[in-house]
């Protein structure tokens, strides 16, 4: 996919809701759409310190805070992204100066996507994603754009999710139906008909992905572990039809798209209830994680079942995320869907890179001056430039 | 001042530590350094409605919070925000598409300009401004530039203070050594030596500037008066000249410049010190604040005499914010300092519209990608193009 037009190396950084490191994407961009060439060229985990993810998981959590903690914690979350930055580059030998632009996403802290009452306002609804961009742009001299999901919301929508644009950009095709599945913390999908326009896209959070499942193994490993690694646990285990049962009734499956999800939904609450379950029924922990994980496959299957078959065919299922890396939710989902599943990789794209290589894309058709949200997903009013640019040091 | 270059019209936008509402200046802005021409052309203040401001001072004050209230409370703002800019354009009969950019320097909920120890990192300030930027952006279809300091703090300066560097496109003269003194909440000074470069110019905060007087007329009304009304109380009463010593013996004062001060040194805390000497000494409210209307004085006139005067002759001190309207403090610190006193609003520039003018103005700078911060009054390592854009909705 080479262009003869001038190209641009773009950053990416994404940290989820899991929040256990910051993932760095180097994209070189060049053209814009229909003719925008997007190749990844670098991808880098940097995690983060053992108290500073727990500090964000403490404040995502509900936890007590003070103004303070989130202002210091945003600037310390702002130098772990400019170090993630430089180390990446260094690993892949590109310098700095190369680099024109960097998107961060930034770590969410609170999302809300449905309006509620605030101090007298009927209909509020907010995003809080912390990692001060500022200090990014000063470390590493480079034009930064962040924060995008805001103004989203502020044009009507969720706010969520972003990644579906860039989906629709790097995977419609004129004559195959796609859907591109991401299963992070929470999984998502954006479904691209063969030769869509954009209001033709639709996305949604399908539910779970990660989360309960890395929660469960996080509890009975007493932190041990953070993900059941090779689904090893739940190989292990058996099926327990109760418990499945009783998590296929939760309403977010019901509920029509668009729809969002977070921590709120499947985060230390949800994870407590089920831990509370197992210890009722004497339940074993490997035949739990088993059942989370078949739960998170099913939750996925039934979104396609009920919200997309009956809109459109499927050709193709291109999965990225962590998720891949879990053979048994994928063994299950396979199953159920009964069409191709693609890992992303085998089109270019590291499935882990993915969502951070998104926020390089985003930030630079908003570098652009260039609308980067798909109202059909988030549900905006309007289509809207995402991202704060703020100028790096001049060098 | 009008000049054929084309010219801007941009808003900016303020609240203070004091957290009563939003101050909205129109400025008509062209040229650049050293042809800058700037005109306020209106001035507009939108009081916050009364939950909204106890839930601000109520987090500035340290309270115990989570990150889903400073999420909403940032959109709220954001609303607040938008919805001051639109009245104000209709009270002036300005339509916001001749308006080409708004400034906005946020409400602040936090500053911490010395670094600190924080979850490991040894060296760790930082400063909150919220006030959702894309909202404003939104509502009023203008590009929008805000959060201004915390790019400041990671060159290396104390993101504080900002408006010396526009008192110095403003008020730097070829054979006057002029002090422009702002009294808002905290008093801060800017030192602009006759045909000073921006190297010579200096400020720094002198220390309390309404904040602690107006904090003892709402504890001694009980809340139905914010501020003491043309030093109506101040003049029934009687200096106490050992409540005066104890204050003027506070370390802030003897500190060396540069330095910020804020809520945490001159906040609730400081008042309620007061309050109880009162309270032991049986003191009577109106001694306690003309004591304390004194003390503001002093300890700007004190300023002068320690930090200033050494350094440099002053031929004019130009004054502004809403100390102005304090007669008292105003009468007091002319009698001991002994140069002319100028209200800004001699020179063109309401004094209560002074510090959001300043946000127009380094939006302004922002906007055409010049630096805008002053490293010899914040300290920083080195200018730096402060704020960050936002897109406003096109039209």
């Not at 994407?25 to 995690?47: D, F, Y």
């Not at 007298?120 to 995003?127: A, D, E, I, M, N």
């Not at 496959?297 to 009920?306: D, E």
């Not at 995320?321 to 879990?326: H, L």
């Amino acid at each position: 996919m080479t262009t003869r037009k001038k190209s641009m190396l773009v950053l990416g950084m994404m940290s989820g809701t899991s929040a256990d490191g910051i993932d760095v994407a180097l994209a070189r961009i060049s053209g814009r759409v229909p003719k925008l060439s997007v190749t990844l060229e670098g991808h880098h985990h940097a995690a983060f310190p053992v108290p500073v993810r727990e500090a964000i998981l403490r404040l995502a959590n509900g936890g007590s805070t003070t103004a303070a903690e989130i202002s210091q914690l945003n600037v310390l979350l702002g130098e772990e992204f400019a170090r993630a930055a430089i180390s990446a580059c260094r690993s892949w030998r590109v310098p700095l100066r190369r680099v024109s632009l960097i998107g961060s996403h930034g770590q969410t802290i609170y999302h809300q996507g449905t309006p509620s009452n605030f101090l007298g306002h009927p209909r509020l609804s907010s995003t809080l994603q912390i990692g001060e961009p500022s200090v990014i742009a000063e470390r590493t001299g480079v034009n930064t754009i962040a924060d995008f999901r805001p103004a989203d919301m502020a044009a009507g929508g969720q706010g969520a999710p972003l990644v579906p644009f860039v989906d629709y950009l790097l995977y419609r095709h004129p004559t195959r139906s796609r859907a591109a599945l991401n299963i992070g913390g929470i999984a998502n999908v954006t479904v691209i008909p063969a030769h869509a326009k954009p209001k033709d896209v639709f996305a949604f959070d399908t539910g779970p992905g990660n989360m309960i499942v890395d929660a469960l193994v996080e509890a009975f490993t007493r932190g041990r572990s953070h993900y059941d690694k090779e689904s090893g646990m739940a190989m292990r285990g058996r099926l327990l039809p109760n418990l499945l049962n009783e998590l296929m009734e939760d309403p977010y499956l019901q509920k029509q798209p668009p729809k969002t999800a977070g921590r709120e939904q499947f985060g230390r609450a949800y994870a407590l209830k089920i831990l509370t379950w197992a210890k009722k029924h004497r339940a074993k922990p490997e035949d739990v994680v088993r059942t989370a994980t078949i739960f998170t496959s099913l939750s996925i299957a039934n979104a396609f079942q009920r919200f997309i078959l009956p809109r459109t065919k499927i050709d193709e299922l291109i999965v990225s995320g962590g998720g891949v890396r879990n053979p048994l939710m994928m063994v299950y989902l396979a199953a159920i869907l009964g069409f191709p599943v693609i890992f992303s990789g085998e089109l270019g794209i590291k499935p882990e890179a993915k969502e951070a290589l998104a926020f390089a894309v985003l930030a630079y058709e908003s570098y652009h001056g260039r609308t980067n949200n798909l109202p059909s997903a988030t549900g905006a009013k309007h289509s809207a430039i995402l991202g704060k640019l703020v100028h790096g040091r001049e060098r």
